[in-house]
């Protein structure tokens, strides 16, 4: 009598992959990361408050000089925090993110750091949304406060299926999105940021939102693989193609990689706007190095 097969785990749900990450995240939060994820984006408050008298110590950033030259000694502006922020991720599904050369496509790796994103906004008692754009249309979650509300949120966004291959480009609807959150929230626009030029309407939402990009490299783009000819699916194509190793198209490879990182460098010209991550890395020690970095900054 044959032996009986089980049958192949089925693949876990967008809200159990979740509740996986988040013990994770809550050792991050409590270990790692302490105050900074909040510190980083608050900054010294956004609020004004008052004027007060300048006192040693003070941040010198903080005088206001009109009123320090009517009155004759100094005099800074009160800032107060915010009770909590607002984050809104901006998630570009484009074809060209369904590329792998490894096990993780860097579809997969960008929708766990938004997760992970997610995660922190629910345990930091932050307030969370999103916009999915793809080739088809876009779908808008307003943001929401709770650790319940979050997760699915979350899940609703991890969850989206995957554009078909090869398909239009996406459309951002910026004009919507200059409306779409509070102002001084936290605009994470995360997608694979092809070379192109800075979008209409990028320069009034950098004004508004505190403004940050999360682009996810697979090996390969940072570097062709060694050797002679080779073959690889091109998404965006939707199809095979085959490389010959040759120094040209190691050339244009090359060209390639300096236009998309120039373009990059334009959309968040503060390098700490932006973050690279490698589809080889961990997403969530990446995200802490971002967060020391800004902190480190101040």
């Avoid at 107060?80 to 074809?95: G, N």
């Avoid at 307030?127 to 754009?133: D, E, T």
């Avoid at 004009?175 to 995360?190: G, I, T, Y």
């Avoid at 050339?251 to 120039?262: G, P, V």
Wanted: hydrophobic share 40%; glycine share 8%.
């Amino acid at each position: 009598m044959p032996a009986l097969v089980p049958p192949p785990p089925a693949n876990p749900s967008p809200l159990a992959v979740l509740r996986q990450l988040e013990w994770r995240v809550k050792h991050a939060v409590k270990n790692i990361l302490s105050g900074e994820y909040r510190s980083s984006f608050r900054g010294r408050g956004m609020e004004f408050d008052q004027v007060v008298r300048y006192e040693f110590g003070d941040d010198v950033r903080d005088i206001d000089w009109n009123v320090t030259a009517r009155l004759g000694e100094p005099y800074r502006k009160k800032f107060v925090e915010e009770r909590e922020i607002t984050v809104l991720i901006v998630f570009e599904d484009s074809p060209s993110l369904q590329f792998g050369s490894g096990t993780h496509s860097k579809r997969d790796a960008l929708l766990e750091l938004a997760g992970l994103v997610a995660l922190l906004s629910s345990i930091n008692r932050d307030r969370f949304g999103f916009l999915h754009a793809a080739p088809h249309g876009y779908v808008f979650r307003e943001p929401v406060r709770g650790r319940g509300a979050i997760m699915h949120a979350a899940a609703a966004l991890v969850g989206h299926a995957a554009p078909p291959m090869g398909g239009d480009p996406v459309k951002i609807p910026w004009h919507f999105l200059a409306q779409a959150a509070p102002k001084h929230s936290v605009l994470l626009w995360l997608g694979d940021f092809p070379p192109r030029v800075e979008p209409e309407g990028w320069a009034v939402l950098r004004r508004r939102y505190q403004t940050m990009g999360f682009r996810i490299d697979d090996p390969w783009e940072r570097e062709l693989p060694d050797g002679e000819a080779f073959a690889a699916f091109d998404p965006q194509a939707g199809r095979l193609v085959t490389l010959d190793g040759t120094g040209a198209e190691r050339a244009a490879h090359a060209r390639w990689r300096a236009e998309r990182d120039a373009a990059w460098t334009a959309l968040f010209p503060n390098p700490l706007s932006r973050l690279v991550c490698g589809t080889d890395e961990s997403r969530l020690e990446a995200i802490v190095r971002f967060f020391h970095a800004r902190m480190s900054s101040r």
